[in-house]
T-cell receptor, first 107, second 112 residues
Framework: GIQVEQSPPDLILQEGANSTLRCNFS?????LQWFHQNPWGQLINLFY???GTKQNGRLSATTVATERYSLLYISSSQTTDSGVYFC?????????FGPGTRLSVLP | KAGVTQTPRYLIKTRGQQVTLSCSPI?????VSWYQQTPGQGLQFLFE???????NKGNFPGRFSGRQFSNSRSEMNVSTLELGDSALYLC???????????FGDGTRLSIL
């Protein structure tokens, strides 16, 4: 099966700092999504990005499908950005999540 | 447009019992997937339903089953509950399997 890895596993930032989260996958995938799970457990859909670059406010994402990785950029981080960020890929008929990056933004 | 609705939000059961969880997808979405989230195993795919048919199944025992109704609402059933079944169960819907998935708030199941 496919392996989905995320780095770093944990990240602590001061409010206002920028960060880059990475997702590597071991095989070709049909699509890729980034999610944010807030402290209450809600999974929020950030980006659907099988390839290319997308931006939404302070967040942007880039997927280079041929090199099997995706990056999530968070600029000017806020305390409300805290939580766990997951990438998930569609591999065949299955949907596989990475282990997540736990982000803590300190005031 | 209403989001994905899961009921109940919290549930406490004892070992050996069975449980049924419900998921109402976003209107117009025909694909519903279920996931189990635990601290040790992370988010794991359980199964996917599309137009009342199970399309895919993850690596879970037969105690975990599901179904989808003609209105795309889905239920998940777990029989003979074990302590290890304590988890957050998440449901996601999408227009089709390859389209973006949108998640409900989950059902937190605790087994005593």
């Amino acid at each position: 099966g496919i392996q989905v890895e995320q780095s770093p596993p944990d990240l602590i930032l001061q409010e206002g700092a920028n960060s880059t989260l990475r997702c590597n996958f071991s095989d070709s995938v049909n699509n890729l999504q980034w999610f944010h799970q807030n402290p209450w457990g809600q999974l929020i859909n950030l980006f659907y990005i099988p390839s290319g670059t997308k931006q939404n406010g302070r967040l942007s994402a880039t997927t280079v499908a041929t090199e099997r990785y995706s990056l999530l950029y968070i600029s000017s981080s806020q305390t409300t950005d805290s939580g766990v960020y997951f990438c998930a890929v569609r591999y065949g008929q299955n949907f596989v999540f990475g282990p997540g990056t736990r982000l803590s933004v300190l005031p | 447009k209403a989001g994905v609705t899961q009921t109940p939000r919290y549930l406490i059961k004892t070992r050996g019992q069975q449980v049924t969880l419900s998921c109402s997808p976003i209107s117009g979405h025909r694909s519903v997937s279920w996931y189990q989230q635990t601290p040790g195993q992370g988010l794991q795919f359980l199964f996917e339903y599309f137009s009342e048919t199970q399309r895919n199944k993850g690596n879970f025992p037969g105690r975990f089953s599901g179904r989808q109704f003609s209105n795309s609402r889905s239920e998940m059933n777990v029989s003979t509950l074990e302590l290890g079944d304590s988890a957050l169960y998440l449901c996601a819907s999408s227009l089709e399997g390859d389209r973006p998935q949108h998640f409900g708030d989950g059902t937190r199941l605790s087994i005593l």
